[in-house]
């Protein structure tokens, strides 16, 4: 499994721009792959292409996001989002 450590920034990837000037340019990850966020506080999880599993530190419920079902993770501060899909998944990251 590969792991990956952000604090709410990751490198781009072609996609379509945000409207939102306060989203993350969108970015990919591996099939498999994990995300910890260090600082998920009032982030958003918007996924453009696959599908997640996302969780937080003191939230019981296990969050699946696909596209169009944008995940807001509120006062979270540590977040594992995992890509469960067979392909790469594109999302981004908007404050707010």
């Not at 792991?3 to 306060?22: E, H, Q, R």
């Not at 340019?25 to 995300?35: E, K, T």
């Not at 996924?47 to 003191?58: N, S």
């Amino acid at each position: 499994m590969n792991t990956l450590a952000l604090n709410a920034t990751a490198a781009p990837a072609k996609a379509p721009s945000s409207p939102a000037s306060n989203a993350s340019a969108p970015f990919r990850i591996a099939a498999g792959a994990v995300l910890t966020l260090r600082h998920g506080r009032d982030l958003r999880v918007e996924v453009i292409e696959g599908r997640l599993w996302v969780t937080a530190k003191g939230d019981a419920s296990d969050h699946f996001v696909s596209p169009g079902q944008p995940h807001a993770l509120g006062r979270s501060r540590t977040v594992v989002i995992e890509n469960i899909g067979r392909d790469s998944a594109l999302l981004r990251l908007v404050r707010g």
